[in-house]
């Protein structure tokens, strides 16, 4: 999201965002033939459009040794801008227009398929390069990116923007990282620093106990944050009564108020409870945990 409520980047992430700045000046550079430096923003940039029909959503996924999601948003201004610089600047474009049309957000109508899929493999360019840049710190990665329909379903566990090119001609970039993702770059990283740190210490004395390492891996996952759902229960609709939605609506689940909710990580079934309510939030005071196999 564009609002006060999007989570802030994480310090996790600041090597992976490097990575990212680096590779997008490289790739853009390439093309423009002159330097073209890419920065994080952390914060979202003023009079930036909140979500639009006109948006490309691009999603990511990490397999290898470094595994979980990112979504990367692009408004109509800056795919445009980017499919400009990729045809060398005779995009019937001026900076000018561009501009304007990111207020007004009518830059939708001037973007074509065949813009969105180079900006699309300009995209899938930076993140071979990423993957390599990650190699050194995280070992074999694979990042795969395809064209998103919409926002990911997952809650972004971390949120920041990268800004490529110079203003006022600046394309941004929205990058969203899930919590598994976040939690593995801190896992991987700090578990090779600790790593390192073993081998370099002197051998334990004969009969001096030596730590456990499944022990010392868990130990690195008990301070990583990880986003917890509520669910109240679900029905499902057709899309005629999706679109006569209005507001004082009222949606009827396939759940009784007596019933309890089911307390969710990442998707999975963790526990189920009964709500209540601390200090005017909601909680759940959990009735039932779920088996391991659930």
């Not at 899938?124 to 190699?135: D, I, N, P, T």
Request: hydrophobic share 45%; aromatic share 4%.
């Amino acid at each position: 999201m564009t609002d006060s409520t999007s989570p802030a980047p994480s310090p996790q992430a600041a090597p992976f965002l490097q990575a990212w700045t680096e590779s997008v000046a490289r790739v853009l550079g390439q093309i423009a033939g002159s330097p073209s430096p890419c920065i994080v923003v952390r914060e979202a940039p003023a009079g930036i459009a909140p979500y639009s029909d006109g948006d490309s959503w691009i999603a990511g996924t990490f397999t290898g040794s470094l595994r979980g999601e990112m979504s990367l948003r692009l408004p109509p201004s800056s795919i445009l801008q980017l499919a400009r610089t990729i045809m060398g600047g005779t995009r019937d474009l001026s900076e000018a227009a561009t501009a304007e049309a990111a207020i007004s957000g009518e830059a939708a109508a001037g973007i074509t398929a065949g813009d969105r899929e180079a900006v699309l493999e300009l995209l899938r360019q930076v993140a071979g390069l990423v993957a390599s840049a990650l190699k050194a710190s995280w070992g074999e990665v694979q990042l795969h990116l395809e064209p998103s329909a919409s926002a990911p379903s997952w809650p972004a566990s971390s949120t920041s923007w990268l800004r490529a090119g110079g203003d006022p001609a600046a394309a941004l970039i929205e990058v969203q990282l899930s919590a598994a993702l976040v939690a593995a770059l801190r896992v991987e990283r700090t578990e090779s620093a600790k790593s390192a740190m073993l081998s370099s210490a002197s051998v334990p004395a004969a009969g001096e106990p030596r730590p456990e390492p499944g022990k010392v891996k868990l130990d690195l996952l008990m301070d990583v944050e990880l986003a917890v759902t509520l669910r109240f229960g679900s029905r499902r609709l057709l899309l005629r009564e999706v679109l006569d939605l209005i507001p004082g609506a009222v949606v009827d689940l396939d759940r009784q108020v007596h019933e309890p909710v089911d307390v969710l990580l990442d998707g999975r079934l963790l526990a189920r409870g009964e709500v209540v309510v601390v200090d005017g939030n909601y909680g759940v005071r959990v009735t039932e945990v779920a088996p391991a196999n659930s």
